[in-house]
């Protein structure tokens, strides 16, 4: 069975903070891709980044980096020195080699000014 | 480009009523997709189609059809509403090319069932 938890149903953090979102799935195959979604309030889901299975290699873009530990089956996303215009709610999927993805049930983040 | 639109943006039906969602896009990509979106559920796939003409079963398709006419439009019908099917609804597309291909959505509809 392919799953996506997302622990982290909400959290607060005040500007400037560094915020970490939690991400660990559940697959049997050997071979899946992993995304972060952000959705912010308008609405309209962004992609940000995707890892496929044989790359462990952490990733860094700008404020945000990615922790891939195939170890602990997790995926976190890290945000460095938060900004308001980081609030929305942020979706982890999965997807083997078929056609669907698997979705976790988003971290809504809320960075107070 | 657009990208990914849908049609309407919010629409509100009584319950029996019928109606159906466009999806359109103009990135020439071979895969489809509905979601819906419900409060501290995630996104749910409704129906997906991996190119024109065909159409495949998502986790929750009861109550819903799809039609995969032509290439860049994918139809979401709702014969008789219920008001168990008030959601956003969001399409999605994707190239195909590769598996690591992602997903592009578009702005999503707000139906209310009453």
């Known amino acids: 069975a392919q799953k996506v938890t997302q622990a982290q149903t909400e959290i607060s953090v005040v500007e400037k903070e560094d915020v970490t979102l939690d991400c660990v799935y559940e697959t049997r195959d050997t071979t899946y891709y992993l995304f972060w979604y952000k959705q912010p309030p308008s609405g309209e889901l962004v992609f940000l980044i995707r890892r496929n299975s044989f790359d462990e290699q952490n990733e860094i873009s700008g404020r945000y980096s990615w922790n891939f530990q195939k170890s602990t089956s997790s995926f976190n996303f890290t945000i460095t020195a938060s900004q308001v215009v980081d609030s929305a709610v942020y979706f982890c999927a999965l997807k083997h080699t078929g056609n669907q993805f698997y979705f976790g049930t988003g971290t809504s983040l809320t960075v107070i000014p | 480009n657009a990208g990914v639109t849908q049609t309407p943006k919010f629409r509100v039906l009584k319950t029996g009523q019928s109606m159906t969602l466009l999806c359109a896009q103009d990135?020439?990509?071979?895969?489809m997709y509905w979601y819906r979106q419900d409060p501290g559920m995630g996104l749910r796939l409704i129906h997906y189609s991996v190119g024109e003409g065909t159409t495949a079963k998502g986790e929750v398709p009861d109550g819903y059809n799809v039609s995969r006419l032509k290439k860049q439009n994918f139809l979401l019908g709702l014969e008789s509403a219920a008001p168990s099917q008030t959601s956003v609804y969001f399409c999605a597309s994707r190239s195909g090319t590769r598996s690591t291909d992602a997903q592009y959505f578009g702005p999503g509809t707000r139906l209310t069932v009453l």
């Open positions: 990135m020439n990509h071979e895969y």
